[in-house]
């Protein structure tokens, strides 16, 4: 099991769907673009409480 695969379990066991959907490419972008570490969590996790939001959840 690879990082990424047990980082996947983790947000599903966490029901963090969202950032489960978006993680490779955000972090592909993150490491093209040399973004800050916390800049990369940041924008994971605004995606994640926008579609929490959109769901009536939040």
Known sequence: MTELDRLHGHLKRLHLYTIGQII??????AAATQMSY?????RLIDAQVAA???????
Do not use: I, P, R
């Not at 929490?52 to 959840?57: F, L, P, R, V």
């Open 38 to 42: 916390v800049a990369s969590l940041t």
């Open 24 to 29: 490779d490419d955000e972090a592909k972008t």
């Open 52 to 58: 929490k939001c959109a769901a009536g959840k939040a």
